[in-house]
DNA sequence: CACGTGACCTAAG
DNA sequence: CCTTAGGCCACGT
């Protein structure tokens, strides 16, 4: 039996929006959601995000929470491993925060459009 | 169909 | 600076 495809749409416009992000920049929940409409949603990308894990090439270390804190290192198997993933691309994380947080931020609206 | 849950965000005190 | 409360909507049960 074939499975059709469910809604994915949103999962996809997320992962979307979350390979875009260029390597040694960060996003937040918020900001994907604003830029998917759904500015009044960010849990909604954090759901997503959930399921991006049957999806490697879904970079969700970097997505980090309004205040550039690691909210989701929980669920990167190791408590420390979104940390090591960032730090791997010359972001320096203390204290389970990025550093210069606003200055690596990437705005999808502004930079894609 | 109703309810609980969640990697969030904003506003108010 | 802190805490509390409310809203948001997809998903599983």
Do not use: C
Not at 13 to 21: F, G, P
Not at 82 to 87: F, G, K, N, P, R
């Amino acid at each position: 039996m074939l499975d059709l495809p469910k809604y994915k749409n949103f999962f996809d416009d997320v992962y979307a929006v979350v390979r875009l992000i260029p390597k040694g920049r960060v996003t937040s929940y918020g900001a994907i959601a604003e830029y998917l409409g759904m500015k009044s949603s960010a849990r909604m990308v954090g759901w997503a995000m959930n399921a991006a894990h049957t999806d490697p090439s879904v970079p969700a270390h970097r997505v980090v929470n309004r205040s550039g804190i690691l909210t989701g290192k929980h669920h990167f198997g190791s408590p420390t491993r979104m940390q090591e993933l960032l730090q791997a691309e010359g972001i320096t994380v203390e204290n389970d925060q990025v550093k210069d947080f606003e200055k690596l931020f990437w705005h999808p609206l502004q930079e894609l459009g």
